[in-house]
């Protein structure tokens, strides 16, 4: 079948103004793909646009922020090792008949643990995470790119469309539905930062007043292989075939006790990996913080008013994972105690984590590093304080903290957690009084089935 | 004649299919003839040339006088930093029994491109070292000290021991190009680089009965084209010319030998029609875009490529200010304009995008798939959306002595890709294709005149049999 590429750009269905906004415009997008005989490579699918900050209210060129100029009261950060993904608080994706084959909660959250875990900082200052993605992995860099608007074109992570090609006429045309995350989600000041790693410095009030984002020229577009005529032909008239995707579910779990034990029936019958992030609740949708973040559960500093905020490591104990009560994939907990008592990396832990989302026989770049696994503040380090700092060249030093496990890094078929539920048991020397949110995601796999035009997904 | 047999893997630089016994000789190749404009290489009918075989080059340049007077002196000056060594060739192609196989004009320009695919990592432990030239941003600071993080980037900075003086970067030493033949660095340019064809074919020399030779023209030695002068030599740059050290220009030539497989591959080529090759030749086309007008202005130019018949892979455009070498880079970027600018390609009276690209990041997707494969770019050196001419996202630390903020949205190179999902070109029609570029520009843009400069992936194929090149596309 001979094949020529086109590039198809579809515009939002609920375009109205052009701007879409949590606070000044409409917090979700739609977009309609229709039925057509082309086969869509979904890799290559892009969300572009132009992403704006605003320190307050109102869309004027007066009101950006002045991150770079460090003007107090202006400043407007997004998250610099998600960028504009940090915007998207869910995606559907259904058919145009409504059958469903992948809903992603939380999305920004996901991308907060497989993003840093696919990309080393090189990635994102000069491999087109900058570019694509608007996200620059260093936050003085990304302070830079807010202070004016920026073109993003980013990728779509799910497994739906990270997948094999799609055949559009077959699946009956897609419907995304993009909802975007809180102001207070996305945006944020200097205020953690700054009273925490740079506590002497820090007056930093901005977003009091009302901080938010905007995205305008908003387009979608992907690459298609159009058939010949015959082709096409061919493809309209096939009604039947399968085939298998990968898909997330997401779950969320609210830790309060040093010793958390979670039962989630995940009900799939092709689990590959579960992958979690955890960061305290207070940070969610609070202007002063990063609700991108991805840090192993903290405490207070100790310091007292106004410089007190939560930056000081909770120390990790063990996390294990179960299967229908069961340990499984291990038969033992990923064990922490010792490497946190003694402030070195997780070697562990790291080791059990990377592999749920990329085979570490295949690692060569990611965020994590020394510097970013030993700069928090940790009580029980026998330093007593954090071993490095934010640094011009490295990384910043923010912490990267997953926890996670590969159930079937071999056939790639996943292991099943029908009637079986996935337990999660997190130990470690957290203190009641400060919640930690804790985001799930199982990577699962899915099958489609087309029969005589009809659509069944099987998972 | 086409055979509709393609290239056994001992052709191609894929892993073998099993284990094969395999040899290899390396000769020192020199030139049968070389002067300061061209060099021609002929190999040996021997054994199966590697494309990893590499073309060893080395420059001098004269003293020059200081701007500020005084005594000639070494000036410190090395290779555009964004090129490297690939800067010294103008032009090389291969000839195969007298007739021009393969052909790339802009070597320099082209290999500006290729880099931009490199990883930071790949250029610093590998290009910079075969190749020189300094490009690799990372975070950095601003010029002032105590560093402060102003969200810039740059080349590397020292942060441990920087000194109050210490605030700029330079070529390293021995990247830099000194007058004398016995202490100018040499480098080693890959023959696949300098001939697009031979990536992933190694030429079966033994069983092509023609004369199989490569001719590398070198470039003007002017600055801006072959070399990038330090500051305190700007001025007086011109009048410094560099020159190709002959007697340091060979091809380190590696032929491989297969004893058990190569009577097979005779068989083949002379008895069973042998084998068809299908390799990318890069053409290059020139539009001379003059100046929009006095005063800030619109500007709408449409180009007309003509390919008819021809198999078209990848498009990529390239924008230069005729009149503007760019401190540290020389003539090799290609300029974003400070309004993001669109574009369109109109193909058999169609056009290719349904809207117009207009976003800098679509821009930049769109380019990266022509390789299938991410420029290694960061945001600022790419557009310059969200910055202004100071204060533009670049490090006001210096390299060579000039701020490094020059390098802003200096490398908007913008391509399109035409081919398919299984890498078939378009067949085009005599239609020629439009290029058509529209926007706006300010800020002085409006007064330069640019060139516009396309390097257009051709589908091609030959045929090896009988000891013969034959030209199938």
């Known amino acids: 079948m001979n094949t020529t590429r086109e590039l198809v750009q579809i515009q939002p269905t609920n375009l109205g103004t052009g701007v879409f906004s949590f606070k000044e415009g409409v917090p979700q997008i739609q977009f309609d793909i229709p039925m057509m005989p082309k086969i869509m490579n979904g890799k290559s699918l892009r969300i572009s646009g132009t992403f704006s900050t ?21 400043d407007v950060y997004i998250d610099s090792r998600t960028g504009v993904s940090s915007a998207i608080d869910f995606i559907s994706i259904a058919n145009q008949e409504g059958a469903t084959y992948e809903v992603i909660k939380n999305y920004n959250r996901l991308c907060s643990s497989i993003m840093p875990l696919n990309d080393s900082l090189e990635d994102y200052i000069a491999g087109g995470q900058s570019m694509e993605y608007g996200a620059c992995g260093k936050n003085t860099q990304q302070g830079r790119l807010c202070d004016a608007d920026f073109d993003f074109s980013i990728p779509l992570l799910c497994g739906f469309l990270r997948g094999n090609p799609i055949d559009l006429q077959l699946v009956k045309g897609l419907r995304l539905t993009i909802q975007l995350a809180a102001d207070n989600y996305v945006c944020r000041n200097n205020y953690w930062n700054k009273r925490a790693e ?25 690459d298609a292989e159009v058939p010949d005529a015959e082709g096409q032909q061919a493809m309209v008239q096939n009604t039947n075939g399968n085939w298998d995707y990968e898909a997330y579910s997401s779950f969320y779990n609210v830790v309060q006790s040093s010793d958390h034990n979670a039962i989630l029936n995940i009900s799939k019958s092709r689990v590959i990996s579960t992958i979690m992030n955890s960061i305290p609740s207070s940070f969610l949708n609070n202007h002063r913080y990063n609700s991108q973040l991805a840090v192993q559960f903290l405490q207070s500093n100790g310091v007292a008013p106004p410089n007190n905020v939560l930056s000081t490591a909770v120390k990790m104990k063990d996390i294990t994972f179960t299967r229908g009560g069961l340990r499984q994939p291990l038969d033992f907990p990923i ?91 997190i130990q470690s020397e957290l203190t009641s009084g400060v919640p930690h949110s804790l985001f799930v995601f199982t990577k699962h796999k899915n099958t489609i089935i087309f029969n005589n035009g009809q659509v069944s997904v099987i998972n | 004649m086409s055979s509709g047999v393609g290239l056994p893997n001992l052709l191609r630089t894929d892993v073998m299919d099993r284990p094969v016994n395999q040899r290899l000789e390396t000769d020192i190749l020199y030139p049968v003839s070389s002067n300061q404009q061209v060099a021609k290489f002929v190999f040996d009918r021997k054994g199966i040339l590697d494309s990893n075989s590499c073309l060893n080059i080395a420059a001098t340049l004269p003293l020059l006088e200081p701007d500020a007077g005084g005594a000639f002196t070494d000036s410190g000056s090395s290779l555009p930093s964004s090129t490297g060594a690939m800067a010294l060739v103008k032009r090389c192609f291969l000839e195969i029994g007298g007739r021009r196989v393969a052909t790339l004009d ?33 975070g950095s600071a601003s010029s002032a000290y105590p560093p402060v993080q102003d969200g810039t980037i740059g080349r590397r900075s020292n942060e441990t021991i920087q000194t109050a003086a210490a605030n700029a970067t330079a070529t390293p030493k021995h990247q830099r190009l000194t007058a004398s033949a016995n202490t100018t660095p040499s ?50 740059a011109g009048d410094g010319r560099s020159s190709i050290v002959l007697p340091q220009l060979y091809i380190m030539a590696d032929y491989l030998y297969y004893p058990d497989e190569m009577e097979n591959i005779a068989d083949a080529i002379t008895n069973q ?36 018949g021809k198999k078209v892979k990848s498009i990529v455009c390239q924008r230069t200010d005729v009149a503007t070498q760019l401190s540290n880079i020389g003539n090799y970027y290609s300029v974003a304009l400070a309004s993001t600018d669109k574009y369109n390609y109109t193909i058999d009276s169609k ?35 969200g910055g202004t001419g100071a204060i533009n996202g ?58 516009n400069r396309y390097f257009i992936t051709c589908q091609r194929m030959i045929n090896i049999s009988n000891g013969l090149v034959n030209m199938i596309e």
């Not at chain 1, 946190?340 to 590093?369: H, P, T």
């Not at chain 2, 001719?215 to 330090?230: M, R």
């Not at chain 2, 706006?440 to 640019?450: L, P, Q, S, V």
Request: hydrophobic share 35%.
């Open chain 2, 106 to 138: 802009e070597v320099g320009q082209y290999a500006t491109w290729k880099r931009l695919h490199f990883s930071n990592e790949y250029r610093e432990g590998v290009l910079q070292v075969k190749q020189g030239g300094s490009d690799v941003f990372t």
């Open chain 1, 198 to 222: 740079f506590p002497h410095t820090g007056t930093s009030t901005g977003g009091d007043l009302g901080a938010h984002y905007q995205m305008k020229n908003v387009m979608l577009s992907f």
């Open chain 1, 54 to 74: 605003f320190a307050e209210p109102g869309n004027l060129d007066a009101n950006r922020p002045a991150n770079r100029a460090g003007t107090a009261g202006r």
């Open chain 2, 394 to 451: 670049f490090t006001r630390r210096t390299f060579n002595g000039y701020n490094q903020t020059s390098e802003w949205g200096s490398q908007n190179w913008r391509g399109i890709r035409l081919s398919n999902a299984a890498g078939e070109g378009l067949r085009m029609s005599n239609l020629p294709v439009l290029h058509n570029n529209f926007g706006d520009m300010t800020g002085g843009e409006e007064i330069a005149n640019y060139n």
């Open chain 2, 187 to 236: 480098w080693c340019l890959p023959l696949s680089s300098l001939i697009p064809m031979l990536k992933g074919f190694q030429i079966p020399l033994f069983a092509i009965a023609q004369e199989v030779c490569l001719v590398v023209e070198f470039n003007s030695g002017k600055v801006g084209d072959s070399w990038v002068a330090t500051q305190g030599w700007g001025a007086n």
């Open chain 1, 335 to 425: 064990s922490q105690e010792k490497t946190q008592a003694e402030g070195v990396a997780d070697s562990q832990k790291n080791f059990v984590e990377l592999n749920a989302i990329r085979n570490v026989w295949s690692l060569s770049n990611e965020v994590k590093g020394l510097r970013t696994e030993l700069s928090l503040r940790r009580a029980n380090n026998t330093l007593g304080n954090s071993k490095f700092n934010t640094s011009m060249n490295g990384n910043d030093g923010v912490q990267q903290y997953n926890m996670g496990v590969c159930f079937d890094a071999i056939t790639d078929n996943g292991v099943s957690f029908k009637g079986e539920p996935l337990g999660i048991r």
């Open chain 2, 273 to 308: 029609g042998g084998y068809d090759l299908l390799y990318d030749e890069i053409q290059t086309q020139n539009a001379f875009q003059s100046a929009a007008g006095a005063t800030a202005t619109g500007f709408n130019i449409t180009n007309q490529l003509a390919l008819g």
């Open chain 2, 351 to 385: 056009p290719f995008y349904s809207v117009d690209l207009g976003n800098a990041a679509l821009q930049f997707s769109e380019t990266c798939r022509i390789d299938d494969a991410p420029l290694r770019v960061p945001q600022v050196r790419y557009s310059k959306k």
